[in-house]
Nanobody, 119 residues
């Protein structure tokens, strides 16, 4: 079984930085995409950033230039460096891995880590 474990959330002042990490405890088959999603109270879960196995990235417009996603394939770990944080970034952040293997899709989610940006 694959388990995704997030860490690095917390309380930070506007303009501050946080670095989130998410490690998969088991092997994920295929060439999987990893990403970060977030959900604020009263809002739908949204994609923040994704990164393919080869390193290609996509970012939500709201975080471009401020957040950086990276991954270490050998460690099955994805990171999200968050700089210049804004109160609007406050949400529960979830890591995700998605893969297509032998014609079937597999998707794994972390438990979520709270990020609060406040004075």
């Amino acid at each position: 079984q694959v388990h995704m474990v997030e860490s690095g959330g917390g309380l930070v002042q506007p303009g501050g930085s946080l670095r989130l990490s998410c490690a998969a405890s088991g092997r994920i088959p295929g060439m999987y995409v990893m990403g970060w999603y977030r959900q604020a109270p009263g809002k739908q879960r949204e994609s923040v950033a994704t990164i393919a196995s080869g390193g290609g990235t996509n970012y939500a417009d709201s975080v471009k230039g401020r957040f950086t996603i990276s991954r270490d394939n050998a460690k099955n770990t994805v990171y999200l460096q968050m700089n210049s944080l804004k109160p609007e970034d406050t949400a529960v952040y979830y890591c995700n891995a998605r893969t297509l293997f032998v014609g079937r899709t597999y998707e794994y989610w972390g438990q979520g880590t709270q990020v609060t940006v406040s004075s």
